[in-house]
């Protein structure tokens, strides 16, 4: 009894430490961002993506490449297909009726007309292909960003984006796949696919950024603002712009 | 007879100038981002050495076609942000100078990528009294979502100006700010024209260095 109570004492205690110590450090950096609150930590966590992606994605990416481009837009096609059936969802889930509609048709179409999504039929047809996930759902439904986070290997999300990534991947049909050796392929083949289709564009950043970390970020904040308003954020007039 | 030649010259050249800017002045927002990017497309799909990768060849092209249409003074001015006004005259000129270049030489490489993707432009909301207003455009490509491109465009006394770019609803300028504001809490605002200068010479020597 005696012994647990400076525990049960000390627990909160420490806890209130700890929030301080975060929220010290959150004020500390005068010059911090304001939506960075983890900023020590992300800045950690995007020296070790950065690293991974050197040495691994990127070279793995870059031999993926060779391979003919009628196969790459395929594979983009095939997942493409897949990903249509939640971004409905999402579509539903926002109100967006006539979206969601027509992405049920794109998968119906893709599915059988177009071989089991390896042609985008769908898109020829004028059912324009869709981009939204659970993240973009909830900000829509006026949840806010929270904190931005650096995922080990994910890279930049926030902290909503974050738990949308998780409801994303409860249904991800690669993920449904019973066959561990299948589920484990196409996982990376995704990966890998998504991950050339970014060669070109990735030195871009590392050629016009001073500072890649506050460069991405405020990529990404900008991006995912721009993808829950559906390509038309609200405009405002710039206050520093005279 | 010569002085009346040069006259003669001189007010050749004067009435083609005022010609120009008369021309550019009446083209619409929408129709001078086309003309420009159908303009610049056509040399890139016929350059190939722009086609493998050919930096300087790019940075050339750019500097001639599109840069006339870009206001970098309001770009500058945009990506600094509130520090702008405690810089004095002479360092918005240099910083100016120095995120032009960094900005020109960053999305000229972008041109060398370019493998025939199609570009739609989206008919153009304004009213004809507007003098700010955004012109959209998207680049297809076959098996990904297209790509949103806007420009931000403002009327001026010598025509429209692009002051912004944004691509997937990033402004290529703001995106600076925190970079920006970052460097001159640190340094001031000298130390930012410190950096951007470094930045700008370390592409000079990869640039170099490629080719």
Known sequence: MNNSEPA?????????????????????????????????LNRATFAFNETADKYVMRPVAQVYDYVPLPFKVGVGNFFGNLGDIWIGVNNLLQGKFVDGLSDGGRVLVNSTVGMFGLFDIATELGLEKHDEDLGQTLGSWGVSEGPYIVLPLLGPSTLRDSAGLIGDLQVDPVWQFNEVAVRNSLTGLRFV?????LLGADTTADQAALDKYGYMRSFYLQYRLNQVYDGQPPRVKDPDDE | MNKIASLLAA??????VQFNALAVDSTAPDALVKS???????????????????????????????????????????????????????????LTQEFKTLLVRTYSNALTQYRNQQIDFKPLKAKP????VVVRTEVRQP????????????????????????????????NYRDDFGKEVRTGGIDGLIKSLKDKNKQLDTTVSAKK
Not at chain 1, 19 to 35: D, K, N, Y
Not at chain 1, 193 to 197: G, I, L, M, S
Request: with cysteine; aromatic share 6%.
């Open chain 2, 129 to 132: 009294e507007d003098t700010d």
């Open chain 2, 36 to 94: 420009v990017t159908d303009d610049v497309i056509t040399i890139v799909r016929q350059d190939k050495a722009i086609q493998s990768g050919d930096t300087r060849k790019a940075v050339e092209l750019v500097e001639t076609r599109v840069l006339p249409y870009f206001d970098f003074a309001h770009m500058t001015r945009l990506a600094v942000g509130k520090d702008w006004k405690q810089a004095s005259p002479e360092q918005k000129t240099v």
């Open chain 1, 8 to 40: 049960t004492r000390s627990m909160p205690t420490r806890l209130a430490t700890l929030g301080m110590a975060l929220a010290l450090t959150a004020c500390a950096g005068a010059g911090g961002h304001p939506r960075d609150p983890l900023e020590p």
């Open chain 2, 11 to 16: 007010l050749a050249l004067s009435v083609g």
């Open chain 2, 143 to 174: 098996g990904a979502k297209a790509v949103q491109i806007d420009y931000n465009l403002e009327k001026l006394a010598d025509g429209w100006k692009v002051y912004d770019v944004l691509v997937a609803g990033v402004s290529l300028v703001t």
């Open chain 1, 193 to 197: 696919h998504r991950r050339a289709a």
